[in-house]
Protein backbone atom coordinates (compact mmCIF):
# COMPACT_ATOMS: atom_id res chain seq x y z
CA UNK A 1 0.00 0.00 0.00
CA UNK A 2 0.78 3.81 -1.13
CA UNK A 3 0.86 6.58 1.17
CA UNK A 4 -0.57 9.50 -0.89
CA UNK A 5 0.11 13.13 -0.35
CA UNK A 6 -1.87 15.96 -2.09
CA UNK A 7 -0.83 19.62 -2.77
CA UNK A 8 -1.10 22.60 -5.01
CA UNK A 9 -4.37 23.61 -3.47
CA UNK A 10 -5.10 27.48 -2.48
CA UNK A 11 -6.99 30.29 -2.98
CA UNK A 12 -7.95 31.35 -6.59
CA UNK A 13 -10.28 33.60 -8.38
CA UNK A 14 -13.30 32.28 -10.70
CA UNK A 15 -11.88 31.90 -14.09
CA UNK A 16 -8.25 30.89 -13.26
CA UNK A 17 -6.57 27.73 -12.80
CA UNK A 18 -4.67 25.13 -10.16
CA UNK A 19 -2.63 22.53 -11.05
CA UNK A 20 -2.65 20.11 -8.03
CA UNK A 21 -0.45 17.43 -7.69
CA UNK A 22 -0.20 13.82 -5.58
CA UNK A 23 3.12 12.13 -4.17
CA UNK A 24 3.25 8.61 -3.62
CA UNK A 25 5.60 6.94 -1.45
CA UNK A 26 5.96 4.19 -3.68
CA UNK A 27 5.66 3.19 -7.39
CA UNK A 28 2.27 3.95 -8.38
CA UNK A 29 2.78 2.30 -12.16
CA UNK A 30 1.15 -1.10 -11.59
CA UNK A 31 -2.02 0.67 -9.69
CA UNK A 32 -4.86 -0.32 -11.54
CA UNK A 33 -6.51 3.72 -10.82
CA UNK A 34 -5.62 6.82 -9.66
CA UNK A 35 -8.06 9.37 -9.03
CA UNK A 36 -9.25 12.53 -7.70
CA UNK A 37 -12.26 13.64 -5.43
CA UNK A 38 -14.01 16.22 -3.50
CA UNK A 39 -15.87 16.93 -0.50
CA UNK A 40 -17.64 20.53 -0.14
CA UNK A 41 -19.13 21.24 3.09
CA UNK A 42 -22.24 19.60 3.80
CA UNK A 43 -22.24 17.34 0.55
CA UNK A 44 -20.47 14.07 0.24
CA UNK A 45 -17.37 12.97 -1.42
CA UNK A 46 -17.75 12.74 -4.96
CA UNK A 47 -15.25 11.62 -7.99
CA UNK A 48 -13.64 14.29 -10.02
CA UNK A 49 -11.49 12.38 -12.09
CA UNK A 50 -10.00 8.69 -12.47
CA UNK A 51 -7.12 7.29 -14.82
CA UNK A 52 -6.69 3.93 -15.28
CA UNK A 53 -3.07 1.73 -15.48
CA UNK A 54 -3.49 1.87 -19.23
CA UNK A 55 -4.35 5.39 -19.58
CA UNK A 56 -7.82 5.71 -19.72
CA UNK A 57 -9.49 8.48 -18.32
CA UNK A 58 -13.12 9.29 -16.65
CA UNK A 59 -14.17 12.54 -15.78
CA UNK A 60 -17.42 13.87 -13.33
CA UNK A 61 -19.71 15.41 -16.10
CA UNK A 62 -18.97 19.14 -14.08
CA UNK A 63 -15.35 19.49 -14.79
CA UNK A 64 -14.87 17.88 -18.51
CA UNK A 65 -13.33 20.18 -20.55
CA UNK A 66 -11.79 22.46 -17.71
CA UNK A 67 -9.90 19.79 -15.83
CA UNK A 68 -6.94 17.15 -16.95
CA UNK A 69 -6.18 14.34 -15.25
CA UNK A 70 -2.36 12.70 -15.91
CA UNK A 71 -0.05 10.33 -14.38
CA UNK A 72 3.83 10.33 -13.82
CA UNK A 73 4.62 6.77 -13.55
CA UNK A 74 8.17 7.76 -13.00
CA UNK A 75 7.90 10.35 -10.52
CA UNK A 76 5.53 8.38 -9.02
CA UNK A 77 2.88 11.64 -9.00
CA UNK A 78 -0.34 12.07 -10.34
CA UNK A 79 -1.72 15.71 -11.66
CA UNK A 80 -5.20 17.72 -11.94
CA UNK A 81 -4.67 20.32 -13.95
CA UNK A 82 -7.81 22.90 -13.05
CA UNK A 83 -8.36 25.48 -15.63
CA UNK A 84 -11.36 27.92 -15.85
CA UNK A 85 -12.24 27.23 -11.88
CA UNK A 86 -15.85 28.41 -10.69
CA UNK A 87 -16.64 29.09 -7.40
CA UNK A 88 -18.89 26.02 -7.17
CA UNK A 89 -15.48 24.20 -7.86
CA UNK A 90 -14.25 24.72 -3.75
CA UNK A 91 -13.74 21.51 -1.86
CA UNK A 92 -11.26 19.57 -0.49
CA UNK A 93 -9.80 17.49 -3.39
CA UNK A 94 -8.47 14.19 -2.25
CA UNK A 95 -6.40 11.67 -4.11
CA UNK A 96 -7.42 8.08 -4.33
CA UNK A 97 -5.17 5.14 -5.12
CA UNK A 98 -7.57 2.25 -5.92
CA UNK A 99 -5.85 -1.70 -6.42
CA UNK A 100 -6.48 -4.40 -4.18
CA UNK A 101 -6.09 -1.77 -1.73
CA UNK A 102 -8.12 1.67 -1.51
CA UNK A 103 -5.80 4.26 -0.41
CA UNK A 104 -6.39 8.12 0.34
CA UNK A 105 -4.75 11.33 1.06
CA UNK A 106 -5.59 13.92 3.79
CA UNK A 107 -6.33 16.29 1.07
CA UNK A 108 -5.68 19.77 0.00
CA UNK A 109 -8.11 22.58 0.09
CA UNK A 110 -8.91 24.49 -3.27
CA UNK A 111 -11.23 27.77 -2.78
CA UNK A 112 -12.57 29.81 -5.67
CA UNK A 113 -13.53 33.11 -4.83
CA UNK A 114 -13.25 37.10 -5.85
Known amino acids: QVQLVESGGGLVQPGGSLRLSCAASGSIASIYAMGWYRQAPGKEREMVAV???????NYADFVKGRFTISRDNAKNTVYLQMNSLKPEDTAVYYCNADDYFDAWGRGTQVTVSS
Open 51 to 57: IVRGGGT
